[in-house]
């Protein structure tokens, strides 16, 4: 409104109907796609107030003079190409992963790829499976006309696609003991970042009074799988950044690259009944299918109620850069007997060490090079069952291994 001041008086403005025209054509000219506003002159209060309105245009974002802004509390910031692509896509409600990817074609997937993900779908019974391969993908939207979808080859594609999970193991922020690069179709890539994980968690053993010992680790597995589903289903694959997974002692962090998506703040995930925003709506779809995830931004909700055991555990989530970081993180407690880690979590094992158990740690003390057949060997037992032993001084914490199988060393843990 011309002829209002910022207080809300009319104080009136002073022009022609060339004025307004001319106003209009600019507005028309200077915006892409071209927006025609509606400027007429009223009378306020015996004064002349000129009008301008422009209804909401249906696909966003719309530039002025070649550029794209957004509105962040009392200042306008440039959009960066991300943004305006993420913007125009879900004003179509397309997403990326939904579009064809004319580099690839329905040969270059792999048969047993697509029918192990049809027979989980099957076991699922969230689709009803009818026809043949092709017709399936159709129906579900991984195929178009014939050509695969990005999301296609992200999951099923003989070959591995340009993505990698980046995924290591800490001693400082500094000093990697353990890691991998993982690539993969994303079924694949996230079964065997979860085996990592659980490879490098300390595991504590619940005596229960039968034949067999509750085993405990230092995190909720199910939590962990959902923020590393969470960080494959949602990253941003326009980006070539990493998915990036640390372990540290008392700390797990995952940061997948791209903020969070259609409007989405870290202040609605701390609630319980925030709405689910899907950048990528096909892989999505697969997981959900497959009874990976559920569909309706329930994760986080139930993150929060598996670390609830974990009295000492926090669970925190942010913007970082240009993605997002999730960390677990828990304070360690050690007692003298034997918990569940839920309750002290990251503790030694209170269990007692047998005499080949001690022999072994004598051994990597004496020699942090030694191989599991030479302390084999010095004991005088099987092989089979010194591996046996190193494994669950390992589950433990009592020990850990510090780079690959060979030209690795170990390091015994005090205490």
Same mark, same amino acid.
């Given at each position: 409104?011309?002829?209002?001041?910022?207080?809300?008086?009319?104080?009136?403005?002073?022009?022609?109907?060339?004025?307004?025209?001319?106003?209009?054509?600019?507005?028309?000219?200077?915006?892409?796609?071209?927006?025609?506003?509606?400027?007429?002159?009223?009378?306020?209060?015996?004064?002349?107030?000129?009008?301008?309105?422009?209804?909401?245009?249906?696909?966003?974002?719309?530039?002025?003079?070649?550029?794209?802004?957004?509105?962040?509390?009392?200042?306008?910031?440039?959009?960066?190409?991300?943004?305006?692509?993420?913007?125009?896509?879900?004003?179509?409600?397309?997403?990326?992963?939904?579009?064809?990817?004319?580099?690839?074609?329905?040969?270059?997937?792999?048969?047993?790829?697509?029918?192990?993900?049809?027979?989980?779908?099957?076991?699922?019974?969230?689709?009803?499976?009818?026809?043949?391969?092709?017709?399936?993908?159709?129906?579900?939207?991984?195929?178009?006309?014939?050509?695969?979808?990005?999301?296609?080859?992200?999951?099923?594609?003989?070959?591995?696609?340009?993505?990698?999970?980046?995924?290591?193991?800490?001693?400082?922020?500094?000093?990697?003991?353990?890691?991998?690069?993982?690539?993969?179709?994303?079924?694949?890539?996230?079964?065997?970042?979860?085996?990592?994980?659980?490879?490098?968690?300390?595991?504590?053993?619940?005596?229960?009074? /039968? %034949? =067999?010992?509750? !085993?405990?680790?230092?995190?909720? *597995?199910?939590?962990?799988? @959902?923020?590393?589903?969470?960080? &494959?289903?949602?990253?941003?694959?326009?980006?070539?950044?990493?998915?990036?997974?640390?372990?540290?002692?008392?700390?797990?962090?995952?940061?997948?690259?791209?903020?969070?998506?259609?409007?989405?703040?870290?202040?609605?995930?701390?609630?319980?009944?925030?709405?689910?925003?899907?950048?990528?709506?096909?892989?999505?779809?697969?997981?959900?299918?497959?009874?990976?995830?559920?569909?309706?931004?329930?994760?986080?909700?139930?993150?929060?109620?598996?670390?609830?055991?974990?009295?000492?555990?926090?669970?925190?989530?942010?913007?970082?850069?240009?993605?997002?970081?999730? /960390? %677990? =993180?828990?304070? !360690?407690?050690?007692?003298?007997? *034997?918990?569940?880690?839920? @309750?002290?979590?990251?503790?030694? &094992?209170?269990?007692?060490?047998?005499?080949?158990?001690?022999?072994?740690?004598?051994?990597?003390?004496?020699?942090?090079?030694?191989?599991?057949?030479?302390?084999?060997?010095?004991?005088?037992?099987?092989?089979?069952?010194?591996?046996?032993?190193?494994?669950?001084?390992?589950?433990?914490?009592?020990?850990?291994?510090?780079?690959?199988?060979?030209?690795?060393?170990?390091?015994?843990?005090?205490?």
């Amino acid at each position: 409104m011309i002829g209002v001041n910022d207080e809300g008086h009319v104080v009136g403005s002073v022009c022609g109907d060339e004025s307004l025209q001319n106003w209009a054509n600019e507005i028309k000219q200077n915006s892409s796609p071209s927006i025609i506003p509606t400027v007429e002159s009223v009378r306020l209060k015996n004064k002349t107030v000129v009008c301008i309105r422009v209804d909401e245009f249906p696909v966003k974002p719309v530039a002025c003079k070649d550029r794209y802004y957004k509105r962040v509390a009392n200042s306008n910031h440039r959009m960066t190409l991300t943004e305006i692509a993420n913007t125009h896509l879900q004003t179509l409600q397309l997403s990326w992963d939904a579009y064809p990817d004319e580099q690839y074609r329905f040969h270059q997937l792999s048969k047993e790829k697509i029918n192990h993900f049809l027979e989980l779908v099957r076991q699922g019974g969230r689709f009803k499976i009818e026809g043949g391969q092709s017709v399936v993908l159709e129906k579900l939207g991984y195929l178009k006309d014939g050509v695969p979808t990005h999301a296609a080859r992200l999951l099923f594609g003989k070959s591995n696609p340009p993505y990698s999970l980046h995924i290591g193991r800490f001693k400082t922020p500094s000093t990697i003991i353990d890691d991998r690069m993982i690539r993969g179709t994303l079924f694949e890539a996230t079964e065997e970042a979860m085996q990592f994980i659980i490879s490098h968690l300390k595991v504590a053993f619940e005596i229960t009074g /039968k %034949l =067999e010992r509750n !085993e405990i680790f230092e995190y909720p *597995t199910s939590a962990l799988r @959902e923020l590393l589903l969470n960080a &494959v289903v949602h990253r941003d694959y326009t980006s070539p950044t990493d998915i990036q997974i640390k372990i540290f002692d008392n700390a797990i962090s995952f940061f997948n690259p791209g903020k969070l998506y259609g409007g989405l703040t870290v202040e609605d995930l701390k609630t319980d009944s925030y709405q689910s925003r899907t950048r990528n709506k096909l892989i999505a779809e697969a997981f959900y299918l497959t009874r990976d995830i559920e569909k309706y931004g329930s994760g986080y909700l139930r993150v929060r109620k598996e670390i609830a055991d974990y009295p000492t555990m926090t669970f925190d989530y942010q913007e970082s850069g240009d993605g997002y970081l999730v /960390k %677990l =993180e828990y304070k !360690e407690q050690r007692t003298s007997t *034997t918990a569940k880690v839920g @309750e002290k979590v990251g503790e030694k &094992v209170g269990e007692k060490l047998t005499d080949n158990q001690r022999t072994i740690l004598r051994c990597m003390k004496e020699n942090q090079h030694v191989a599991a057949k030479e302390i084999s060997e010095l004991i005088g037992i099987s092989l089979r069952k010194t591996e046996e032993n190193i494994k669950k001084l390992r589950g433990q914490g009592m020990i850990e291994r510090v780079g690959p199988a060979r030209g690795g060393h170990w390091v015994v843990q005090d205490g």
